[in-house]
Protein backbone atom coordinates (compact mmCIF):
# COMPACT_ATOMS: atom_id res chain seq x y z
CA UNK A 1 0.00 0.00 0.00
CA UNK A 2 1.39 2.87 -1.20
CA UNK A 3 1.87 5.98 1.00
CA UNK A 4 1.46 9.85 0.33
CA UNK A 5 3.99 10.39 -2.55
CA UNK A 6 5.43 13.21 -4.04
CA UNK A 7 7.21 14.96 -6.79
CA UNK A 8 10.10 16.18 -7.44
CA UNK A 9 12.12 15.60 -4.43
CA UNK A 10 14.02 18.72 -5.56
CA UNK A 11 13.92 21.67 -7.32
CA UNK A 12 15.47 24.86 -8.20
CA UNK A 13 14.12 27.71 -10.18
CA UNK A 14 14.67 31.44 -10.62
CA UNK A 15 12.88 34.60 -9.14
CA UNK A 16 10.13 35.00 -11.36
CA UNK A 17 9.15 31.80 -13.01
CA UNK A 18 6.24 29.51 -11.85
CA UNK A 19 6.35 25.59 -10.46
CA UNK A 20 4.19 22.98 -10.32
CA UNK A 21 4.44 20.58 -7.45
CA UNK A 22 2.84 17.50 -7.66
CA UNK A 23 1.16 15.17 -4.80
CA UNK A 24 0.08 11.58 -4.48
CA UNK A 25 -2.51 10.54 -1.66
CA UNK A 26 -2.49 7.09 0.13
CA UNK A 27 -4.38 4.60 -1.21
CA UNK A 28 -8.19 5.45 -0.29
CA UNK A 29 -7.60 9.29 1.14
CA UNK A 30 -9.68 11.68 -1.14
CA UNK A 31 -8.59 15.24 0.82
CA UNK A 32 -5.26 16.74 0.07
CA UNK A 33 -3.82 19.60 2.14
CA UNK A 34 -0.47 21.20 1.22
CA UNK A 35 2.02 23.08 4.02
CA UNK A 36 5.21 25.02 3.75
CA UNK A 37 8.06 24.42 6.09
CA UNK A 38 10.78 27.26 5.99
CA UNK A 39 14.02 26.04 7.12
CA UNK A 40 14.01 25.78 10.66
CA UNK A 41 10.06 26.74 11.27
CA UNK A 42 7.09 24.50 11.48
CA UNK A 43 4.75 23.59 8.87
CA UNK A 44 2.30 26.71 7.44
CA UNK A 45 -1.09 25.12 6.21
CA UNK A 46 -1.55 26.37 2.57
CA UNK A 47 -5.14 24.98 1.20
CA UNK A 48 -6.99 21.68 1.25
CA UNK A 49 -8.69 19.77 -1.04
CA UNK A 50 -11.65 17.56 -0.77
CA UNK A 51 -13.91 16.75 -4.26
CA UNK A 52 -11.93 18.88 -6.48
CA UNK A 53 -12.48 21.93 -4.58
CA UNK A 54 -10.67 24.31 -2.43
CA UNK A 55 -11.94 23.74 0.72
CA UNK A 56 -9.82 26.24 3.23
CA UNK A 57 -6.62 28.62 2.60
CA UNK A 58 -4.34 29.93 5.01
CA UNK A 59 -2.43 33.43 4.87
CA UNK A 60 -1.27 32.73 1.31
CA UNK A 61 -1.19 34.91 -1.34
CA UNK A 62 -3.22 34.16 -4.40
CA UNK A 63 0.35 33.11 -6.20
CA UNK A 64 -0.22 30.10 -4.86
CA UNK A 65 -2.87 27.96 -6.19
CA UNK A 66 -3.71 24.84 -6.38
CA UNK A 67 -6.03 21.66 -8.41
CA UNK A 68 -7.21 18.20 -7.24
CA UNK A 69 -7.70 15.86 -9.99
CA UNK A 70 -10.84 12.91 -10.20
CA UNK A 71 -8.60 10.68 -8.78
CA UNK A 72 -7.71 13.04 -5.85
CA UNK A 73 -4.23 13.74 -6.76
CA UNK A 74 -3.28 17.42 -6.32
CA UNK A 75 -1.06 19.97 -7.62
CA UNK A 76 0.42 23.29 -6.06
CA UNK A 77 1.26 25.70 -8.37
CA UNK A 78 3.57 28.81 -7.56
CA UNK A 79 3.22 31.70 -9.76
CA UNK A 80 5.74 34.53 -9.90
CA UNK A 81 8.24 32.93 -7.32
CA UNK A 82 10.10 34.92 -4.61
CA UNK A 83 13.30 34.29 -2.82
CA UNK A 84 10.97 33.66 0.26
CA UNK A 85 9.16 31.11 -1.67
CA UNK A 86 12.40 28.68 -0.66
CA UNK A 87 10.91 25.91 1.48
CA UNK A 88 10.15 22.44 1.92
CA UNK A 89 6.46 21.81 0.53
CA UNK A 90 4.72 18.73 2.12
CA UNK A 91 1.52 17.30 1.01
CA UNK A 92 -0.76 15.63 3.67
CA UNK A 93 -3.71 12.79 2.87
CA UNK A 94 -6.57 12.10 4.59
CA UNK A 95 -9.68 10.50 4.65
CA UNK A 96 -12.42 13.53 4.83
CA UNK A 97 -12.44 17.00 5.84
CA UNK A 98 -12.93 15.84 9.98
CA UNK A 99 -10.18 17.19 11.77
CA UNK A 100 -10.36 13.62 14.26
CA UNK A 101 -9.14 12.17 10.88
CA UNK A 102 -5.33 11.48 10.82
CA UNK A 103 -3.59 12.98 8.20
CA UNK A 104 -0.56 11.46 6.87
CA UNK A 105 2.38 13.45 4.79
CA UNK A 106 4.47 12.95 1.81
CA UNK A 107 8.56 13.22 1.96
CA UNK A 108 8.25 16.93 0.43
CA UNK A 109 9.50 18.70 -2.57
CA UNK A 110 12.41 21.16 -1.45
CA UNK A 111 12.03 24.40 -3.65
CA UNK A 112 15.29 27.11 -3.76
CA UNK A 113 14.39 29.74 -5.51
CA UNK A 114 17.40 31.99 -6.64
CA UNK B 1 -6.51 32.30 15.92
CA UNK B 2 -5.09 29.40 17.60
CA UNK B 3 -1.16 29.49 17.78
CA UNK B 4 1.06 26.69 19.49
CA UNK B 5 4.02 27.48 20.71
CA UNK B 6 7.08 24.93 21.65
CA UNK B 7 9.33 27.00 24.02
CA UNK B 8 12.38 24.45 23.51
CA UNK B 9 14.33 24.95 20.50
CA UNK B 10 16.34 22.31 21.43
CA UNK B 11 16.46 19.45 24.15
CA UNK B 12 19.07 16.46 24.59
CA UNK B 13 18.54 13.27 26.74
CA UNK B 14 21.01 10.17 27.72
CA UNK B 15 19.93 7.17 25.85
CA UNK B 16 17.47 4.71 28.04
CA UNK B 17 16.45 8.25 29.85
CA UNK B 18 13.12 10.04 29.80
CA UNK B 19 12.74 13.33 28.35
CA UNK B 20 9.62 16.08 27.96
CA UNK B 21 8.75 18.59 25.51
CA UNK B 22 6.44 21.04 26.10
CA UNK B 23 3.97 22.78 24.35
CA UNK B 24 1.43 25.35 24.93
CA UNK B 25 -1.78 26.61 22.61
CA UNK B 26 -4.24 29.06 22.66
CA UNK B 27 -7.70 28.68 21.49
CA UNK B 28 -11.56 29.92 22.37
CA UNK B 29 -12.87 26.33 21.00
CA UNK B 30 -13.83 23.47 23.11
CA UNK B 31 -13.67 20.60 20.77
CA UNK B 32 -10.50 20.23 18.94
CA UNK B 33 -7.27 17.82 18.34
CA UNK B 34 -4.01 17.95 19.76
CA UNK B 35 -0.89 15.66 17.58
CA UNK B 36 2.54 15.50 17.98
CA UNK B 37 4.60 15.19 14.94
CA UNK B 38 8.55 13.49 14.51
CA UNK B 39 10.62 14.88 11.28
CA UNK B 40 13.45 12.81 11.29
CA UNK B 41 16.65 14.22 8.73
CA UNK B 42 14.41 12.19 6.55
CA UNK B 43 12.37 14.93 5.99
CA UNK B 44 9.19 12.67 6.53
CA UNK B 45 6.44 13.87 9.16
CA UNK B 46 5.03 11.04 11.15
CA UNK B 47 2.70 10.91 13.32
CA UNK B 48 3.52 9.98 17.26
CA UNK B 49 0.37 10.57 19.09
CA UNK B 50 -3.01 12.66 18.99
CA UNK B 51 -5.27 13.69 21.81
CA UNK B 52 -9.09 13.82 21.43
CA UNK B 53 -9.85 17.43 24.05
CA UNK B 54 -12.96 15.72 25.08
CA UNK B 55 -11.18 12.98 26.16
CA UNK B 56 -10.12 13.42 29.77
CA UNK B 57 -7.90 10.29 30.14
CA UNK B 58 -3.67 10.92 28.63
CA UNK B 59 -2.89 9.41 25.27
CA UNK B 60 -0.43 6.71 25.68
CA UNK B 61 1.45 5.10 22.41
CA UNK B 62 4.68 2.62 24.19
CA UNK B 63 7.25 4.72 24.87
CA UNK B 64 5.06 8.03 24.11
CA UNK B 65 2.82 9.70 26.76
CA UNK B 66 1.23 12.83 26.89
CA UNK B 67 0.18 15.05 30.00
CA UNK B 68 -2.76 17.43 28.75
CA UNK B 69 -4.07 19.79 31.21
CA UNK B 70 -7.16 21.29 29.12
CA UNK B 71 -7.61 24.47 31.26
CA UNK B 72 -3.99 25.14 31.14
CA UNK B 73 -4.24 24.60 26.94
CA UNK B 74 -0.74 22.71 27.66
CA UNK B 75 -0.11 19.41 26.18
CA UNK B 76 3.39 17.90 26.57
CA UNK B 77 5.01 14.97 25.03
CA UNK B 78 6.66 12.19 27.35
CA UNK B 79 9.69 9.77 26.00
CA UNK B 80 10.55 7.26 28.34
CA UNK B 81 13.35 4.69 27.63
CA UNK B 82 14.82 6.92 25.11
CA UNK B 83 16.31 5.37 21.92
CA UNK B 84 18.80 7.10 19.41
CA UNK B 85 16.12 6.41 16.87
CA UNK B 86 14.00 9.03 18.62
CA UNK B 87 16.85 11.64 17.72
CA UNK B 88 14.10 14.40 15.42
CA UNK B 89 12.33 17.31 14.98
CA UNK B 90 9.37 16.88 17.07
CA UNK B 91 6.41 19.56 16.17
CA UNK B 92 3.34 19.83 17.96
CA UNK B 93 0.25 20.57 16.25
CA UNK B 94 -3.32 21.90 17.13
CA UNK B 95 -6.46 21.06 14.90
CA UNK B 96 -10.06 22.24 15.27
CA UNK B 97 -13.07 19.96 14.33
CA UNK B 98 -12.73 21.52 10.45
CA UNK B 99 -10.24 23.19 10.58
CA UNK B 100 -6.75 23.37 9.41
CA UNK B 101 -3.58 22.30 11.06
CA UNK B 102 -1.54 24.52 12.98
CA UNK B 103 1.77 23.61 13.92
CA UNK B 104 4.53 24.74 16.69
CA UNK B 105 7.99 25.92 15.97
CA UNK B 106 9.22 22.17 16.84
CA UNK B 107 11.96 21.31 19.36
CA UNK B 108 15.09 19.79 18.04
CA UNK B 109 15.70 16.22 20.08
CA UNK B 110 19.10 14.88 20.50
CA UNK B 111 19.58 11.73 22.03
CA UNK B 112 23.22 10.68 23.10
CA UNK B 113 24.18 7.44 23.59
Request: net charge neutral; hydrophobic share 30%; aromatic share 12%.
Amino acid sequence: DAGVTQSPTHLIKTRGQQVTLRCSPKSGHDTVSWYQQALGQGPQFIFQYYEEEERQRGNFPDRFSGHQFPNYSSELNVNALLLGDSALYLCASSLGLAGANEQFFGPGTRLTVL
Amino acid sequence: AQTVTQSQPEMSVQEAETVTLSCTYDTSESDYYLFWYKQPPSRQMILVIRQEAYKQQNATENRFSVNFQKAAKSFSLKISDSQLGDAAMYFCAYRSPWGDMRFGAGTRLTVKP
